[in-house]
């Protein structure tokens, strides 16, 4: 007999049953997707502090695009015709400015395509969560039909894992050589 946490007694668990039928430990069976929850909340956890780091920079960005915007239009403004006498006096756009603007832009759009293919993978994962989560036991009673229905909700179970695991360790991936690729190109801009 279960109890409840706050003492009472559950006298029918049909879930509990059709797992302990088909062979399965209903307590083996939640702890390991508990583990799994806690894995999944870290990595969540993680994202969410690579997505604020994402933003903060991408403020930032915004704000070198914007100079380098007004630095190429005071540049194409003083080589009018009309202000030649001005471009004389003022300070040209530096190239390095440039360099790294580009650079940065370039980032920007490197990390929205793998955002982009983050999301999409995450869509599929998430109609695939659904399709798990309302997949229900046969009705009748019959111990190899149920012995089926576990062993498929397992393999979907293990599935619906291994391509969340893979979705987000692609996005680290993906991550890891943007940022690696952002820091040469600023050694090399030095």
């Known amino acids: 007999m279960a109890v409840t946490a706050k003492g009472s007694?559950?006298?029918?668990?049909p879930k509990a049953e059709i797992l302990n039928h088909a062979g399965l430990k209903t307590d083996n069976h939640v702890a390991e997707l508990y583990q799994k929850l806690l894995k999944l909340e870290q990595?969540?956890?993680?994202?969410r502090d690579i997505n604020r780091a994402l933003r903060e920079e991408n403020v930032l960005l915004k704000e070198k695009l914007k100079e380098c915007e007004t630095e190429t239009h005071r540049s194409k403004t003083l080589k009018s015709p009309i202000k030649k006498q001005a471009t004389k006096t003022?300070?040209?756009a530096s190239k390095d400015t440039y360099a790294v603007c580009n650079s940065r832009i370039s980032c920007d759009a490197e990390f929205a395509?793998?955002?982009?293919a983050f999301y999409q993978n995450m869509?599929?994962?998430?109609g695939q969560f659904l399709k798990l989560k309302h997949y229900k036991p046969p009705e009748e009673d019959n111990v190899q039909l149920l012995r089926q229905f576990a062993e498929k909700q397992s393999h979907m179970l293990k599935d619906f894992g291994d391509q969340l695991e893979s979705c987000i360790s692609k996005l680290k991936n993906d991550v890891a050589l943007i940022i690696k690729k952002k820091r040469e190109r600023l050694v090399n801009s030095k």
């Open 123 to 126: 869509n599929v994962i998430r």
């Open 90 to 92: 003022t300070p040209s």
């Open 9 to 13: 007694i559950i006298i029918d668990n």
């Open 43 to 47: 990595e969540t956890e993680l994202l």
């Open 113 to 116: 395509k793998a955002f982009k």
